[in-house]
């Protein structure tokens, strides 16, 4: 009895645990992530960005809610918010009062997917099959069908409120302590709803430093913003992988970029230009799917200081 039925039960045992411990700890061992990029123009003083991503807010997540609160204690120049705040449509208020302290730093911000749709219970196993057959979100696959809209214009409005700039395929311009920052953004290429023929020319000579951000990294949209010579891209969306593997990685990015660089600082070349880009693997999940295993919720404060002359 022993030997037939001891081997399955300690591999369910194990499964069990690594459940237990990826929805129980590791969705909630919160983090930051430390990032130095050098971009910025000589004689200019370091920037410090505060970068949150993919918050997914559930209503009653009280112990995320106080962490995004804690963040303003960095006191950053700017803050970045690149998606895919909601996983709930009742969330607005507690993501509005969780990111208010933050709200009191300049910030700009783009929406994701599920800030205008509320998730759906699908297979995990789809993200692979997705990968393998090259289709992701709207790219490639049939229209959502019943999808369940959330209260979107009203996180718009609360945003909007606090002088947060809406870089829905448009740019907008930061001025800090004197300095000319322009970001250029787009809406999300996940649900095709990118325009970046909107915002093309590249950067402005005006501007002491010109950033691009999106909320899904795909690569058309890098190609754009680095062909262009943004000399950095923001992005979430990927969640880092959410589900890794120990010592080998991500397994799907649930879109078009490589699992090299599903989270943290890398390069993007295209044409004759090579841009810096950040990918922030989020500090949430999908309500269905409320675990994480080796890839631990995360902001991110890049500190940019003057680039190789």
Not at 87 to 108: H, I, K, N, R, T
Not at 143 to 157: F, K, Q, S, T
Not at 193 to 201: K, M
């Amino acid at each position: 009895m022993r030997a037939r039925y001891g081997v399955p039960l300690g591999i369910a045992a194990a499964g069990a645990a690594g459940v237990l411990y990826a929805a129980g700890f590791e969705a909630r061992s919160f983090r930051l992530r430390r990032v130095t990029v050098p971009v910025l123009p000589p004689g200019m003083r370091p920037l410090r960005i505060l970068q949150v991503s993919d918050i997914h807010m559930v209503s009653g997540q009280r112990k995320k809610q106080r962490w995004l609160r804690s963040l303003a204690g960095l006191r950053p120049d700017f803050v970045i918010n690149t998606g895919d705040n909601l996983s709930d449509p009742e969330g607005v208020p507690e993501v509005l009062d969780a990111l208010g302290p933050l709200m009191e730093f300049p910030g700009a911000y783009v929406f994701g997917s599920n800030d205008y749709y509320g998730p759906k219970l699908r297979n995990p196993a789809r993200y692979l099959m997705e990968k393998a057959q090259g289709r992701h979100g709207l790219n490639g696959n049939k229209p959502v069908v019943g999808a369940i809209h959330n209260p979107w214009e009203d996180l718009r409005d609360g945003f909007d409120g606090a002088g947060w700039l809406n870089l829905t395929n448009t740019r907008g311009t930061l001025k800090i302590e004197g300095m000319s920052v322009e970001l250029t953004g787009l809406d999300d290429p996940h649900i095709k709803r990118d325009r970046y023929d909107r915002v093309a020319g590249g950067p402005s000579d005006a501007a002491d430093l010109s950033l691009g951000v999106v909320h899904a990294p795909y690569l058309r949209s890098l190609d754009a913003f680095t062909a262009d010579g943004y000399p950095l891209i923001l992005a979430g969306h990927t969640h880092g992988g959410q589900l890794c593997i120990p010592f080998y990685g991500a397994l799907v990015t649930n879109c078009d970029l490589d699992t090299d660089r599903v989270k943290g600082l890398s390069t993007h070349t295209a044409g004759d230009h090579t841009a810096y880009m950040h990918v922030s693997a989020g500090c949430g999940t999908n309500r269905y799917t409320p675990v994480r295993f080796a890839c631990p919720p995360e902001a991110s404060l890049l500190t940019l200081v003057e680039r190789d002359r």
